[in-house]
């Protein structure tokens, strides 16, 4: 069965450059959720996305932004990158209107140096 | 807000014994649902088991099942027949039922319990 694809898997980035973060949903799902996981931390909410519309936001930076596109991939834009961006992003989708849980993709290892 | 919390930060288990991993939550709500992920050193996120808190039955899954208890706020992981590839980070999470109308339903974690596993 299709996953959810995120990529890429691995990036590095200098501070203050600016990195995006791609994240394709299962097939018909309209939800997706994006997590940012520090080191040894648990995955914190950024930000999620219904109907290609901003749905809810938690602890997301002004220097990120995101977005969901007609085909209902997302990007997770981020700027201005600082050494403590540094963790594991992850992209969740699930069905908007359902009990259906999130189904997680691989993440992607940002590293700032 | 919802939370919840892990009190083990690390347990371990001998191979084919049983495990008992904890975590306790703090709602307001009266339905939501509780989830326990496994997040081995390849880091992707497994969803284990999932319990809905109008169920009375603890959920189960082969050699994983939960001990729910609603009044308690408890939701705790018992995986039986442990095997070496059960070893991995476990997250506890929580997901609110309430429709806002919005699709929303983020997940709450607790800090996680990594489980080793004893040949």
């Known amino acids: 069965a299709a996953g959810v694809i995120q990529s890429p898997r691995h990036l590095i980035k200098e501070k203050r450059e600016t990195a995006t973060l791609k994240c394709y949903p299962i097939p018909r799902h309209d939800t997706v959720y994006w997590y940012q996981q520090g080191p040894g931390q648990d995955p914190q909410f950024l930000i999620s996305f219904y109907e290609k519309m901003q749905s809810d936001k938690g602890s997301i930076p002004d220097r990120f932004s995101a977005q969901q596109f007609s085909d209902y991939h997302s990007e997770l834009n981020m700027s201005s990158l600082e050494l403590g961006d540094s963790a594991l992003y992850f992209c969740?989708?699930?069905?908007?209107?359902?009990?259906?849980?999130?189904?997680f993709g691989d993440g992607t290892r940002l590293s700032i140096l | 807000a919802q939370t919840v919390t892990q009190s083990q930060p690390e347990m371990s288990v001998q191979e084919a014994e049983t495990v008992t991993l904890s975590c306790t939550y703090d709602t307001s709500e009266s339905d939501y649902y509780l989830f326990w992920y496994k997040q081995p050193p390849s880091r992707q996120m497994i969803l284990v088991i999932r319990q809905e808190a109008y169920k009375q039955q603890n959920a189960t899954e082969n050699r994983f099942s939960v001990n729910f208890q609603k009044a308690a706020k408890s939701f705790s992981l018992k995986i039986s027949d442990s095997q070496l590839g059960d070893a991995a980070m476990y997250f506890c999470a929580y997901r609110s039922l309430a429709y806002s109308g919005a699709g929303s339903y983020q997940l709450t974690f607790g800090k996680g319990t990594k489980l080793s596993v004893i040949p």
């Open positions: 969740a989708s699930s069905l908007g209107n359902s009990d259906q849980p999130q189904h």
